[in-house]
């Protein structure tokens, strides 16, 4: 089992940037893929990026704003969020799995989530 425990989210006024940590812990050499998700309400599910090994991908709507990042030594994965809008506004889970595949299909595993709420 592996766990996911996000932090760092919080309210900013539209322009600014917020910086989300996802500290895992367990069994985390099974995890090949992790990636932040977010859900606005009455929005689907969006993956907004993905760090594997061969490198990094983000959504279209984030592009160029939104940076992930790891530090294997902490076993922690970052995003940094430039430039926020208040439609980003969203929960945003930390989600790992076995292969970019199950990452994006059906993550193993997710965190609790944190609350990002940017003001106009």
């Known amino acids: 089992q592996v766990q996911l425990v996000e932090s760092g989210g919080g309210l900013v006024q539209a322009g600014g940037s917020l910086k989300l940590s996802c500290a895992a812990s367990?069994?985390?050499?099974?995890?090949?893929?992790t990636g932040w998700y977010r859900r606005a309400p009455g929005k689907q599910r969006e993956l907004v990026a993905a760090?594997?090994?061969?490198?990094?991908n983000y959504a279209d709507s984030v592009k160029g704003r939104f940076t992930i990042s790891r530090d294997n030594a902490k076993n922690t994965v970052y995003l940094q969020m430039n430039s926020l809008k208040p439609e980003d506004t969203a929960v945003y889970y930390c989600?790992?799995?076995?292969?970019?595949?199950?990452?994006?299909?059906?993550?193993?595993?997710w965190g609790q989530g944190t609350q990002v709420t940017v003001s106009s």
């Open positions: 989600a790992a799995g076995s292969s970019a595949i199950v990452l994006v299909s059906a993550p193993d595993y």
């Open positions: 760090i594997t090994n061969g490198g990094t």
């Open positions: 367990g069994n985390i050499f099974s995890i090949r893929a």
